[in-house]
């Protein structure tokens, strides 16, 4: 079983649309939740951070976290073609080390015009 | 804005020789990483250092890996004897104080071992 699975893309929604993003995870220790943009031949940038159950906003983004069902979401609203990239779902699995992060494979998403 | 900085953007090398690969974390960051991403394939942890020494390793980062803060600014990756499934993406990232685990990347060094 992954350490952190995401759903499989591609995904491709039209401009304007809601994108929905989606990851689960096997430890049920872990405390922090990311989701990170990356472009094509580029680095890992974080979009959003969760740490407690439910919705937090940013903007165009909305992560969902349910601990129970061990599972993570990213919407988009108003989805926009720079938005076209791969995002990655990455868990913190509890241990001391905060900043070590298991990725899952990523979601490649395409926002057509 | 502040950035994690990472030279050289690609390195060709060929099997059996050491590469070093540099990253200049954000200054104020205490908390340091390297991890790898092979083409196509997901971010893997490698290393993490803290306080002038490793906190954490991979069963990636095997003998032929070494870290390294020579100096204030710098932060190195060694890989000793280069094998070609060390070929890929290196990036390192650097974290602040706290707990948050959020993590800022710097744009990679490419590796390629023909």
């Known amino acids: 079983q992954k350490e952190v699975e995401q759903n499989s893309g591609p995904l491709s929604v039209p401009e304007g649309a809601i994108a929905s993003l989606n990851c689960t995870y096997s430890d049920r220790g872990s405390q922090s939740f990311f989701w990170y943009r990356q472009y094509s031949g580029k680095s890992p940038e974080l979009i959003m951070s969760i740490y407690s159950n439910g919705d937090k906003e940013d903007g165009r983004f909305t992560a969902q976290l349910n601990k129970a069902s061990q599972y993570v979401s990213l919407l988009i609203r108003d989805s926009q073609p720079s938005d076209s990239a791969t995002y990655l779902c990455?868990?913190?699995?509890?241990?001391?080390?905060?900043?070590?992060?298991?990725f899952g494979d990523g979601t490649t998403l395409t926002v057509k015009p | 804005e502040p950035e994690v900085t990472q030279t050289p953007s690609h390195q060709v090398t060929q099997m059996g020789q050491e590469v070093i690969l540099r990253c200049v974390p954000i200054s104020n960051h205490l908390y340091f990483y390297w991890y790898r991403q092979i083409l196509g394939q997901k971010v893997e942890f490698l290393v993490s250092f803290y306080n002038n020494e490793i906190s954490e390793k991979s069963e990636i980062f095997d003998d032929q890996f070494s870290v390294e803060r020579p100096d204030g600014s710098n932060f190195t990756l060694k890989i000793r004897s280069t094998k070609l499934e060390d070929s890929a993406m290196y990036f390192c990232?650097?974290?602040?104080?706290?707990?948050?685990?959020?993590?800022?990347f710097g744009e990679g060094s490419r590796l390629t071992v023909l």
């Open positions: 990232a650097s974290r602040g104080d706290g707990n948050t685990g959020e993590l800022f």
């Open positions: 990455a868990v913190n699995g509890g241990s001391t080390n905060a900043g070590k992060s298991t």
